[in-house]
């Protein structure tokens, strides 16, 4: 009967123990939750110049980055990325065919 008592005592224990840690685990990755969508928080307009006669091909979109994959009237290949919180271009790399 003894035995009894004390598995009953150490699995109520247990459970306390469990239900604790389950709620500071919900409660960390609560606090640790990512920042609203930038979508949502809109930004300023800002013009995106593209060499004159460039197509967009294709366009990827990031959590904070968008890249146009650009064709250049040469016949050149270039990506944009752009920044979506400020609608701001970070930056050009130019795509070249190997030797």
Same mark, same amino acid.
């Given at each position: 009967?003894?035995?009894?008592?004390?598995?009953?005592?150490?699995?109520?224990?247990?459970? #306390?123990?469990?239900?604790?840690?389950?709620?500071?685990?919900?409660?960390?990755?609560?606090?640790?939750?990512?920042?609203?969508?930038?979508?949502?928080?809109?930004?300023?307009?800002?013009?995106? =110049?593209?060499?004159?006669?460039?197509?967009?091909?294709?366009?990827?979109?990031?959590? =904070?980055?968008? #890249?146009?994959?650009?064709?250049?009237?040469?016949?050149?290949?270039?990506?944009?990325?752009? =920044?979506?919180?400020?609608?701001?271009?970070?930056?050009?790399? =130019?795509?070249?065919?190997?030797?």
């Amino acid at each position: 009967m003894r035995a009894l008592k004390v598995m009953v005592v150490v699995m109520g224990v247990v459970i #306390v123990a469990g239900f604790a840690a389950l709620v500071a685990v919900i409660a960390g990755r609560v606090s640790h939750r990512a920042a609203a969508p930038t979508a949502a928080r809109g930004f300023a307009t800002a013009a995106i =110049d593209i060499p004159r006669d460039a197509r967009i091909e294709a366009m990827a979109a990031g959590p =904070d980055r968008i #890249v146009l994959a650009l064709m250049l009237p040469g016949g050149g290949r270039q990506l944009v990325v752009i =920044d979506m919180a400020t609608g701001a271009r970070i930056g050009t790399i =130019d795509l070249h065919a190997a030797p």
